[in-house]
């Protein structure tokens, strides 16, 4: 969609780019929370978001085994302006991390409401996760 790659290595550090609700390249659902798509539904596509941001980690590493601690999650939200749910939604991809990572995917995180995210998408999330050297 865009000149950059899905995730760089920087040390024993790799950030993802923002990772959408796509499945076969396919967005999932578009709008905002709060009106065309609801609490429930945005939380599963924050974990869809989080599975896309996990297969971007293997773009740089060969193995998930090498995933020491996800250290930050940034979730960005597309809202209707008062809908405050925005760290509920994001617990989608919160939980899910920790389901896959286990104590290592205990994480950091900032859970943002925005007016607009690419393609109308509802959801957006990147993560930071240390490495093994």
Known sequence: MASYVPAVRSGDLIFTSGQLPMVAGQLLAT??????????????????????????????????????????????????PDFTGQPGVINGASELLQAVF?????HARSAVGVPVLPLDSPVEVEIIVRVRS
């Open 31 to 80: 709008g905002k929370v709060g009106a065309e798509v609801d609490a429930d539904e945005a939380k599963l596509l924050a974990q869809r978001c989080a599975l896309n941001a996990i297969a971007a980690l293997t773009t740089v590493i060969d193995d998930l085994d090498d995933v020491e601690q996800v250290v930050k999650v940034v979730g960005f939200v597309a809202s209707v």
């Open 102 to 106: 286990g104590d290592a995917g205990k």
